[in-house]
């Protein structure tokens, strides 16, 4: 089984900053590696797919990129909205998409 | 408007049953694949059951195999998830979700919750 590692597993940032979340597979996986932000009590919304790509109606300060093994989510600059947890997830070996632990991200 | 909304969950006791069941509208259901996933209390997400779109092709969680069975109904635009066996362990939100392009997990119910306990 592909094993997907997240770090940090939460971080406290403020409004404004840039913020960057990686995740790493435990093989390669090429770019199908998507991220989904959840908030409290919320089923998870997608956000980016195969790597790098946005999701429609996303806004545009949230950017995926990695390949193989190594993937970074980057969030450009924070809005109050943002504070969420975000989880990674593998489709390599789809359907059996195995997810990250999450990375919590709190305000500061 | 594109949603699915889950149902069917509630509390039973260890080895009790329960079928959820998931509701979509605003879009083709017969064309789309689908999952159940869950979240337990304070943890992250695990992969349940997936179903093709036609119903021929069906997997399971290593957890699940065995005791949970996946369906659909292409007419009532619906998906079910019968639940054998109950364990503690399966305590969880179950959430409802399709495959869009790109074998993307692209739109999610709000979920149910099932509770296992005596």
Redesign the interface.
């Known amino acids: 089984d592909i094993q997907m590692t997240q770090s940090p597993s939460s971080l406290s940032a403020s409004v404004g900053d840039r913020v960057t979340i990686t995740c790493r597979a435990s093989q390669s996986i090429s770019s ?1 590696l ?1 991220w ?1 932000q ?1 908030k409290p009590g ?5 956000l980016i ?2 790597a790098s ?1 946005l ?1 429609s109606g996303v806004p545009s300060r949230f950017s995926g990129s990695g390949s193989g093994t190594d993937f970074t989510l980057t969030i450009s600059s924070l809005q109050p909205e943002d504070f969420a947890t975000y ?1 990674c ?1 593998q ?1 390599y070996t ?9 990375t919590k991200l709190e305000i500061k | 408007e594109v949603q699915l909304v889950e149902s069917g969950g509630g509390l039973v006791q260890p080895g009790g049953s329960l079928r959820l069941s998931c509701a979509a509208s605003g879009f083709t259901f017969s064309s789309y694949e689908m999952n159940w996933v869950r979240q337990a209390p304070g943890k992250g997400l695990e992969w349940v059951s997936y179903i093709s779109s036609s119903g021929s092709t069906i997997y399971y969680a290593d957890s699940v195999k065995g005791r949970f069975t996946i369906s659909r109904d292409n007419a009532k635009n619906s998906l079910y998830l019968q639940m054998n066996s109950l364990r503690a362990e399966d305590t969880a939100v179950y959430y409802c979700a399709r495959v869009g392009t790109q074998q993307v997990w692209d739109v999610w119910g709000k979920g149910t919750t099932v509770t296992v306990s005596s």
């Not at chain 1, 919320?42 to 997608?46: F, G, I, N, S, T």
């Open positions: 199908y998507n989904y959840q919320k089923a998870p919304k997608l797919y195969a790509s999701q989880y997830q489709s789809h359907p059996r998409g195995t997810f990250g632990q999450g």
